[in-house]
């Protein structure tokens, strides 16, 4: 089967799927069911092998082995791979939000331009409505103020008019495209500027949103939210933890039912949690580039206003650069608007994602659960293992990195989201937070963190045996595979977002280049002031001292030399040359031959001359 062949089954697959679940009252996304077919595939407890090609048989099993997995909406391994496509789906750096924002708001204000710039206006009414329409398109892409509201208009118009007056739109029209669309952006940083001026002022800003004010309010308000949400979570998982922990030395049939469901939501809150830490660290981010940008602003204003104070004119070189500078730091604040609202919006719809706690474990049986259980907290974990560490000493093959050894230790990315690899391994499935500061095992490029000494000790002896674990247990729960960025072994289970960047590994830096130096001259130098080294410079001192303006200089020749000079001349020698053509050839002209009758007199009284030309044709000569 060719490989164009077997995406087509491959579509056609989940087609059928999604097509089963709509039909059942479940609607399912195909990413969602793309993800599910290659999970079950990967399965071994599923018998499937991927060395072969399908059959009908195995095609059928498939789908009925997905759609009773997609159709189990109390499962928590759904909800947490549901979780993973959404936020893989949806979620975008600031960077490229921002940039698809401002291509998309380009895209809408193609037309308007359009029309401005193709405009041929030559009547009085039609330059005014160009003019009109390049006060709409100030407007709309400064977004401060409605383009439908009179006053803003008029404000707009104002602030138009004192930097492009309309008697300069027939110049303006007469440029060709693509500086046209230059100075409209020009022209929309000015008036924006000079309104966001007014407004600072108390002289106009009608329509002008405070943004400011709003981001700091906005701001932490949503860090707070996001708070509570992350805690609620880890909470959550602290408790989750301690009960697998506790349970997983039970060998009662329900106990190990309730210890794979304590699994699987624990996975799911975990996942959750992860979220959470990046969205928090994105309101982060965006709080510290509101606080730098609010200092520029209230910079430039300052710098603006002590150029303007009490001058009836001001060069425009001295404000435009200010009005567009307040232009770029108030789109910059509509940015950070537009991030802010997308990562709330992204952290509320994450929440539907973990209604299957409530259900499967109710506050009552938690409780129950948890009886005479001590619930500790990953800083607890951490802190009681802190002071056992790993000494490097005991090994010989193994590469351990310490934070006194690597400079970027805390840069280092660690496997399996930092939790440690040999409790995983041991205790099918179980997520205790790795202690870096134990020390980081180094096997194959690749960087490892434990729990506890004894885990560290034990994983070292057979890294490869425990890894293999790990990722058997992965094809079993894929939900793991992005939870733990097990995206190396499962490169088709990969997110977008790990396949960019699964190039970027940080290396440590355990060795660096160091020189020291000594003092050249111990005792203290004797530096001769008038010291020269240059022998020109000594010529030039020596002509000065021997004073040659108030001597004579006398000449002596000899007869030979006397009326003589040595001379050359060099020309080039003559050359023969000729030149021939491919055939010889020559024409002949005929001669004319022209005679003239009747000039002899004769018996009438009226002479008449008669003009005979015998002359022969080119063609018969």
């Known amino acids: 089967m060719t490989h164009s062949q077997a995406e087509n089954v491959i579509k056609n697959i989940i087609r059928e799927i999604g097509q089963e679940c709509a039909m059942k009252g479940q609607t399912v996304s195909e990413t969602l069911v793309a993800f599910m077919v290659k999970a079950v595939v990967l399965d071994p407890r599923n018998e499937f092998n991927v060395d072969r090609t399908l059959t009908k048989a195995d095609v059928q099993k498939l789908i009925k082995l997905c759609i009773a997995r997609l159709l189990d909406t109390r499962n928590p391994s759904l909800d947490t791979i549901k979780m993973q496509v959404y936020f893989d789906m949806n979620y975008t750096n600031r960077v490229e939000l921002i940039n698809e924002q401002h291509r998309i708001l380009e895209s809408r204000l193609a037309p308007v331009s359009r029309e401005i710039t193709d405009n041929r206006a030559r009547t009085r ?54 500086e046209k669309e230059r100075q409209l952006k020009e022209l929309t940083m000015i008036v924006t500027g000079i309104r966001l001026f007014n407004k600072d002022c108390g002289k106009g800003g009608e329509g002008i949103d405070d943004l400011p004010a709003i981001l700091n309010e906005a701001i932490p308000a949503a860090s707070h939210h996001i708070d509570i949400e992350l805690q609620s979570s880890q909470d959550l998982a602290y ?7 506790t349970l997983h030395q039970s060998l009662n049939a329900e106990m190990e039912l309730k210890l794979t469901m304590l699994k699987e939501v624990l996975y799911n809150v975990r996942q959750h949690e992860a979220y959470l830490c990046v969205i928090l660290s994105d309101v982060i981010t965006c709080a510290q ?50 991030v802010l609202s997308f990562l709330n919006n992204l952290t509320v719809n994450l929440q539907q994602f973990l209604d299957a706690h409530a259900v499967i474990f109710p506050e009552d049986v938690m409780e129950s659960l948890l009886e005479g259980i001590t619930v500790m907290t990953d800083e607890e974990r951490l802190k009681k293992s802190a002071d056992d560490k790993v000494n490097v000493s005991d090994f010989t093959s193994e590469e351990w990195l310490l934070p006194e050894t690597t400079l970027n230790f805390s840069q280092l990315t660690v496997q399996y989201h930092g939790f440690c690899a040999f409790s995983f391994a041991v205790k099918d499935g179980l997520l205790l937070p790795g202690n ?10 690749k960087y490892y963190t434990f729990c506890s000494k004894e885990a560290a000790y034990s994983f070292a002896k057979n890294p490869d045996k425990y890894i293999k674990m790990i990722g058997d247990k992965a094809k079993e729960s894929p939900e793991l595979i992005q939870l733990l960025e097990l995206h190396q072994q499962f490169e088709s289970l990969a997110p977008y977002s790990q396949i960019k960047s699964k190039d970027k590994s940080l290396k440590p830096i355990t060795k660096c280049d160091s020189s020291t130096q000594t003092d050249t001259h111990i005792l203290p130098p004797t530096i001769i002031k008038d010291y020269e080294w240059n022998e020109w410079e000594l010529r030039r001192k020596a002509i000065k001292l021997a004073n040659l303006r108030q001597k004579l200089t006398h000449s002596v020749q000899t007869n030979l030399s006397h009326m003589r000079r040595d001379n050359s001349a060099q020309v080039y020698l003559m050359k023969d040359s000729s030149t021939q053509t491919k055939r010889e050839n020559s024409s002949n002209v005929p001669r004319p031959q022209i005679f003239l009758a009747g000039l002899r007199g004769g018996t009438p009284p009226i002479t008449h001359m008669t003009k005979v030309n015998l002359t022969r044709a080119v063609d018969e000569t």
């Open 125 to 178: 009414e039609e330059l005014e409505s160009v003019y009109r329409k390049i006060v709409s398109y100030v407007l709309l892409r400064s977004g401060l103020g409605s383009p439908t509201d009179i006053k803003v208009i008029r404000e707009a118009t104002a602030a138009l008019q004192s930097v492009f007056p309309q008697t300069e739109l027939a110049a303006f029209l007469s440029l060709n495209k693509k």
């Open 436 to 445: 870096p500061s134990l020390g980081i095992l180094k096997h194959k490029e």
């Open 239 to 245: 408790r989750y933890t301690a009960m697998v922990e």
């Open 289 to 338: 580039e509101v606080e730098m940008m609010q200092k520029q602003f209230a910079a430039q204003m300052e710098q603006l206003k002590n150029a303007v104070r009490a001058k009836t004119a001001v060069p425009t070189s001295l404000v435009y650069p200010i009005f567009i500078a307040l232009s770029n730091l108030w789109t910059s604040f509509q940015d950070e608007i537009l």
